[in-house]
């Protein structure tokens, strides 16, 4: 997604460097006329498909083990969720305090700002490319089961009690059974004259042995859902509770004590070194007080997980947990300035390319 362009003034002529493009923190009500944008806090996406199954008992459960030798069938029906995945993804959010703006100040050469949507740097002179996040997949619906009754002959659908049904639609679950495997093994008294008509045979016998089949044994539907969560972080934490999860619900408010928790843990890799005293590297950088601002990002390890398994795990700079820098306004003065793009889901620089003099 393209970002929208800002330019902000007319190049007019060219000056020495004490006409300097300024760029100040944002005060309301103070700030001269310029243009506003913000630094990200690294916000995180939280895709979890989970999955569904719906045990419905057989209409003939009872006569499983009489009719067909299948002991132990369910008689009760019961709802039982599972977590399939769980992807995390970042992206940008605006910094409420760290917004900035590019003061207008005639007879400079005005850079050409990107911004994101909402705000957020992307770039100076040049064009950037926001990040965008990958596409939520779709909940899949349970597949349509299939109905016994349509695989049903007319002396089963007229017999008189459950039990006689029960015992004539097992005979014809067996006839099917032997009508397979006379076809395998080409005893069939008609026999299909190719393999593909063969294969068509052979989908159609189990297909109708599935559905009587589950009168007895009872059927599993089974779907997805998907949930999306989104959050951005404001500390590092060994262990907070995501969400709650229930076999029996399935995802649930992170206050509700029906499900077990799911952690999000927030773990520092220390990839920002830190500060070191430093006399004459301090003079220098109080000298540099005006110029773009971005962010160095700390390098954060995030993990979700239970008691009993981690569900992903990956590494995101994030913008909250790193420092903010300035890249000289020097570097903007110029005829030819210099192109910076900068990534939206964290304020890190992702390019800078200095185009040298006209």
Do not use: H
């Not at 310029?34 to 498909?49: E, I, Q, S």
């Not at 995390?88 to 400079?108: C, H, Q």
């Not at 020097?330 to 900068?342: E, G, M, W, Y």
């Amino acid at each position: 997604m393209k970002a929208r362009t800002l330019l902000c003034g007319l190049a007019l002529c060219a000056i020495g460097s004490s006409a300097q493009t300024e760029v100040n923190p944002y005060i309301p009500g103070a700030t001269v006329e310029g243009v506003t944008y913000y630094l990200p806090r690294t916000a995180l996406r939280l895709v979890v498909v989970a999955e569904k199954q719906v045990f419905t008992p057989g209409e003939f459960a009872k006569y499983a083990d009489r009719y067909l030798r299948l002991p132990g069938v369910g008689m009760e029906g019961y709802t039982k969720w599972s977590i399939k995945s769980i992807d995390l993804a970042a992206y940008g959010v605006p910094d409420p305090k760290k917004v900035y703006s590019i003061e207008l100040k005639k007879r400079t050469v005005a850079p050409l700002v990107g911004l994101t949507d909402n705000g957020i740097i992307l770039s100076i002179n040049t064009e950037g490319e926001e990040e965008t996040l990958p596409d939520v997949p779709e909940g899949q619906a349970a597949p349509k089961r299939l109905n016994p009754r349509d695989y049903m002959g007319q002396e089963i659908l007229s017999a008189g009690s459950n039990a006689k049904i029960a015992e004539l639609t097992a005979e014809e679950i067996y006839d099917i059974r032997e009508s397979r495997t006379a076809l395998i093994k080409g005893e069939a008294d008609n026999m299909p004259k190719d393999g593909a008509q063969l294969k068509i045979m052979l989908d159609q016998l189990s297909m109708q042995e599935t559905a009587l089949t589950q009168l007895f044994k009872g059927a599993v539907d089974t779907s997805t859902e998907v949930f999306t969560i989104e959050l951005t972080p404001t500390e590092l934490t060994d262990r907070m509770v995501l969400f709650r999860f229930s076999e029996k619900l399935g995802v649930v408010d992170n206050d509700d004590l029906a499900g077990a928790p799911v952690y999000l843990s927030l773990k520092s890799m220390n990839t920002i070194p830190q500060p070191v005293e430093d006399e004459k590297a301090a003079k220098k950088k109080g000298k540099m007080d005006e110029g773009v601002y971005y962010n160095v990002p700390e390098r954060v390890e995030v993990s979700v997980f239970d008691a009993n398994q981690e569900f992903c795990k990956g590494e995101f700079p994030m913008g909250q947990f790193g420092q903010v820098e300035i890249l000289s306004n020097v570097l903007f003065d110029k005829k030819a300035t210099t192109q910076v793009t900068f990534y939206s889901s964290n304020g890190a620089i992702k390019q800078l390319t200095d185009s040298g003099e006209e």
